[in-house]
């Protein structure tokens, strides 16, 4: 069975600092791993994904991924936090032969003024 | 601009009537998906369908039915409501075998059961 663990239920930072918000990940084979992000209301947006390749993933709005195949984790990081980055994010997995994702928790991320 | 279109987008019923969420795409996606999204369990799958007359159960499915007649539609019925089905419920669309592609998702059905 796939599994995916986001630790934090919450993270906060202030606009300007870093963030990092974990997920760490259980699958048989190589793993297919997505970032989603969630507003109000809406439905999830995609982020972005690692399939294989460069274990630093970019993505859309300046967000990228780190995947650590050792740790089994693949973080969501950005350089520099908005305060329009506040949001819910989910972390998903896809195992080899499955075409559905299995889903984190999600942690929700606040970027204070 | 092709979309995923889910309806309602708000319901409320009672206890032991039969209910109907709609969910349609224009995308031309082989794949589509329903999910269900309560606090502290993120989403959980309820069920999927790779094609039609295509369907596959998923981890949380007792309760729940699909039907794919066509490529664009797949509603998700529950056979009789119970107060543990209020949920947000999402529906998704991939393309292709859907390994690479990620999930496209419709802005979600708020459904309560009294």
């Known amino acids: 069975a796939q599994s995916v663990a986001q630790p934090e239920d919450q993270v906060n930072v202030a606009e300007g600092n870093p963030l990092t918000v974990k997920c760490t990940y259980s699958?048989?084979?190589?793993?297919?791993l997505f970032w989603y992000v969630q507003y109000p209301n809406r439905g999830l947006q995609f982020l972005l994904k690692y399939i294989t390749g460069d274990n630093l993933v970019k993505g859309s709005y300046g967000f990228e991924a780190e995947f650590n195949k050792s740790q089994t984790s693949f973080h969501l990081k950005k350089p520099s936090a908005l305060v329009s980055d506040s949001a819910l994010y989910f972390c998903a997995v896809r195992g080899v032969g499955r075409r559905a994702l299995t889903f984190g928790s999600g942690t929700r991320l606040q970027v204070q003024p | 601009d092709a979309e995923i279109t889910q309806s309602p987008r708000h319901k409320i019923t009672e206890t032991g009537r039969q209910v109907t969420l709609a969910c349609h795409q224009t995308?031309?996606?082989?794949?589509m998906f329903w999910y269900r999204q309560d606090l502290g369990h993120g989403l959980r799958l309820i069920h999927y369908?790779?094609?039609?007359?295509?369907?596959n159960k998923g981890e949380v499915s007792d309760g729940y039915s699909v039907s794919r007649s066509n490529t664009e539609d797949l509603p998700l019925t529950l056979e009789s409501a119970a107060s543990s089905q209020t949920s947000v419920y999402f529906c998704?669309?991939?393309?292709?075998?859907?390994?690479?592609?990620?999930?496209?998702f419709g802005n979600g059905t708020r459904l309560t059961v009294t």
């Open positions: 995308w031309n996606h082989n794949n």
């Open positions: 369908s790779y094609g039609v007359q295509d369907t």
């Open positions: 699958v048989s084979g190589n793993p297919y």
């Open positions: 998704a669309s991939s393309g292709g075998d859907g390994m690479n592609s990620p999930l496209h």
